[in-house]
């Protein structure tokens, strides 16, 4: 996952750290990029690679309205989308802390 993303906020783009996410920030996601926190998709359309969730090797085409969750790539253009979680809240880091109370508790 990487640690800053770009938002449009105010028709310009802005670098933050993805705890700074807030619900309803548009994030602009690159192809190649992982989606850092779990959305809805805006504008654009776009194919994901979603095995890091799914465990599943398909690729998923993903349209307007459609969720996208964190941990997934985004394979073959640029997408805009809502955040609808915050990192703390997100899909993947939801599943790193169950992973981690479970290493804990052995």
Excluded: C, M, R
């Excluded at 926190?37 to 398909?58: K, P, Q, R």
């Excluded at 790539?73 to 169950?98: E, F, G, M, P, R």
């Amino acid at each position: 996952i990487p640690t800053t993303v770009t938002i449009i906020k105010d028709n310009s783009k802005q670098d933050i750290y993805i705890y700074d996410i807030k619900v309803g920030d548009i994030i602009e996601l690159k192809a190649g990029e992982k989606v850092s926190v779990d959305g809805v998709l805006i504008a654009t359309n776009g194919s994901f690679d979603e095995s890091s969730i799914t465990g599943e090797s398909n690729i998923i085409y993903k349209t307007k309205g459609d969720k996208v969750f964190s941990g997934t790539i985004n394979l073959d253009t640029t997408i805009y989308y809502s955040a609808t979680k915050t990192w703390q809240n997100s899909t993947l880091h939801s599943i790193v802390t169950l992973i981690e109370d479970s290493l804990n508790s052995k």
